[in-house]
């Protein structure tokens, strides 16, 4: 399955996220926020270009370790982490040279998602999607209780 459309609109968000940090230097607590996703989404787009699809949500950062550090230039996780992990905090002394890290880092992972993975790469499969008609009575019912609980204290109107 080919994600083409997806990885593009991921990069754009990606540079859109970007440039509205660039926009926004002063205000870091948006301007860190704005940076971790630009990097979420570059790096998601390298994903779904390689036939692992993820959210660029804080929980891929376990994926990125995991799967693609490895596999790309050693002197990006660092940053990639770093910018994730600064999130919120304290504004770095040098923020020009993160704006620039951060595009350097969206231009590779713009390179790595129109090529092929590296021959070693091997896309975790993704799981067919549940079929409600497929669960038994049981599991329809822990469904139904874990996500619908009954309303209290409220009367039906007769």
């Given at each position: ?45 390298v ?16 994926h ?77 019912s ?17």
């Open positions: 399955m080919t994600y083409v459309n997806q990885v593009d609109a991921l990069l754009a968000k990606a540079r859109g996220y970007l440039a509205q940090a660039t926009s926004q230097p002063d205000n870091w607590p948006f301007c860190g926020s704005a940076l971790a996703r630009s990097l979420e989404h570059a790096a998601c787009a994903f779904m270009a390689w036939g692992e699809p993820y959210k660029a949500v804080r929980k891929m950062h376990r990125f370790d995991e799967r693609l550090a490895p596999l790309i230039d050693p002197a990006i996780p660092p940053v990639v982490r770093w910018t994730w992990e600064y999130e919120g905090g304290g504004k770095p002394d040098d923020l020009g040279q993160l704006f620039t890290a951060c595009e350097h880092i969206i231009d590779a992972f713009d390179d790595l998602a129109r090529n092929d993975p590296p021959l070693d790469w091997n896309a975790l499969p993704i799981p067919p999607p549940a079929d409600w008609e497929g669960l038994s009575v049981t599991e329809r822990s469904y139904d209780q874990r996500w619908m609980p009954p309303c209290r204290g409220v009367r039906a109107s007769v």
